[in-house]
């Protein structure tokens, strides 16, 4: 089952940690935000395969948006 | 800052983002000139930008604030090669105490005691493992460029070293730029404790007592206050000596804070030295009644200092509490949004340092500090009588903020009793 990521909290895409066909485990930052100077992990809540980034760095994201998706 | 030029009769210009454009800041300049966009390396960081407003507005001199470019020793040595004036200490001074390392060894060198660990960057992990096993576990690694709690990692054994040593360097070298470290043993338990010094050009340097900064969030302060409660005589006398001899070994003019740990014990170390003003400036003010900002902008004049040491006393006390748009029950995740509702205290023994109204957007580009509550009192007591009563009547709503927080150290045993140490949050300590 296929399972969406969601930002955890507003910020800007600060880096993305991994790609489409990585394997990760819970956890794992998927990718890494940037709000107020702070740098903050988007985990992943599960083990599983990266199906798809959905952001770009330097992109805004708003709390509850879909970031990634796992398979 | 403005307060203080108008007093001097002097008149402001502010510089901003375009996420600033409704700031209050902005309003309260005599004349504002916007740098560009929201991105701080696009405007706040921008020193061609600020160089060129400052030309445009035919400003006389250049006051950098306590974030941003504040300790940038490039920014200072522009703005006089601009042919502007630096509020704040020397280029060369800024330098020097930002460079973590050669902090140290100017500290040693100038007698300040300093924690045990390397005088040198340590190049590679086998270096830092002959470090850490002098100095004895457990150890902290540091950034030498560092700042704000970034690139450091306590390390509590041998094998723990190599990946933390790893993870370090790459995060000092993705904030700073540099991947220097440096090794330091790591004391558990103790206060954060600070002198707040000033210098003027002519060599003259004096203290202006210590403030306790002790409860931190990743290794960021939250609640600090003068005088230091409990601290032993002996402790302070040593601190505002050390503080004192080591600002004037470096002719360190204008403001400056210089930062020691105190142990269980008494006993005291270097930390870090602040080159510029810092956000807890009002504490000291509160204190002794000097202005600082007035002081900053007469020395950077060549004024000499206008008081003797003796004249400078701690007549109150004072705490300030920092209201961050976090979310305390999250790990002090940042809250950013729109400031909905605010509603602020005034009285007796209050001051409240405001960079928000309602209505106002709460960028993710920025810091989360919101406004700093300080109350003051002839004794400890009152001042934590009129904190509680501040916060109480606090009310910001639209992003969450430290507010809970807050109330609950000020109501705390510990806080009451003064028994706190920088360690306190990562172990639980005021959780609702």
């Given amino acids: 089952m296929p399972e969406e990521i969601k930002a955890h909290i507003t910020g800007v895409v600060f880096q993305i940690t991994t790609k489409p066909g990585d394997r990760v485990a819970a956890g794992d930052a998927v990718i890494v935000l940037e709000s107020m100077k702070m740098e903050i992990p988007v985990e992943a809540p599960r083990a599983g395969a990266v199906k798809e980034i959905k952001v770009q760095e330097g992109q805004t994201v708003q709390e509850g948006d879909v970031v990634a998706v796992l398979e | ?432």
């Fill in chain 2, 1 to 432: 800052m403005f307060r203080a030029c108008r007093q001097l009769g002097l008149k402001t210009v502010a510089v901003y983002s375009e996420a600033d454009r409704g700031a209050p800041h902005v309003r309260d300049a005599d004349e504002a000139v916007e740098i560009g966009a929201a991105p701080a390396r696009e405007s706040y960081l921008n020193v061609p930008r600020i160089l060129e407003a400052a030309r445009r507005a035919r400003a006389d001199a250049i006051h950098p604030g306590y974030g941003f470019l504040s300790e940038s020793w490039r920014f200072a040595e522009a703005v006089q090669q601009a042919g502007l004036v630096f509020i704040g200490p020397r280029p060369d001074a800024i330098r020097k105490m930002g460079d973590k390392i050669e902090a140290r060894r100017l500290m040693s060198a100038a007698g300040v005691s300093v924690l045990p660990g390397s005088f040198d960057a340590v190049g590679d992990v086998t270096r830092a493992e002959a470090v850490a096993r002098e100095v004895g576990y457990p150890v902290i690694l540091k950034a030498a460029a560092g700042g704000g709690g970034i690139g450091m990692a306590r390390v509590d054994r041998p094998a723990d070293l190599p990946p933390a040593f790893a993870a370090a360097t790459r995060r000092a070298q993705a904030a700073f730029g540099t991947a220097d470290l440096y090794v330091e043993r790591y004391v558990e338990r103790p206060r954060h404790v600070e002198v707040q010094v000033f210098g003027d050009d002519a060599g003259t340097v004096v203290h202006m007592h210590e403030r306790e900064c002790s409860i931190q969030r990743r290794h960021q302060k939250l609640v600090e206050e003068s005088p230091a409660p409990g601290l032993p005589a002996a402790t302070k006398d040593g601190l505002t000596t050390a503080a004192v001899g080591g600002a004037r070994a470096i002719g360190y003019s204008n403001a400056g804070t210089m930062e020691f740990l105190v142990d269980e014990r008494g006993g005291f170390y270097f930390l870090e030295m602040n080159a510029r003003l810092q956000v807890e400036h009002p504490v000291t003010e509160e204190v002794t009644g000097l202005d600082l900002v007035v002081a900053q902008l007469r020395a950077a004049a060549g004024e000499p200092l206008p008081w003797r040491q003796g004249e400078i006393v701690q007549r109150r006390a004072a705490i300030e509490c920092r209201v961050y748009a976090e979310d305390p029950s999250k790990g002090f995740l940042p809250s950013p949004g729109t400031v909905q509702k605010l509603e602020l205290p005034s009285g007796e023994g209050i001051r409240i340092e405001s960079g928000i109204e309602t209505g106002s957007t709460v960028s993710v580009h920025y810091d989360p500090l919101l406004l700093k509550l300080v109350a003051h009192g002839a004794t400890r007591a009152q001042a934590i009588e009129r904190m509680t009563d501040a916060l109480d009547r606090s009310v910001v709503e639209g992003v969450q903020t430290t507010i809970p927080f807050l109330r609950r150290v000020v109501a705390s045993t510990e806080f009451r009793e003064g028994r706190v140490h920088t360690q306190m949050l990562e172990q639980g300590a005021f959780n609702a």
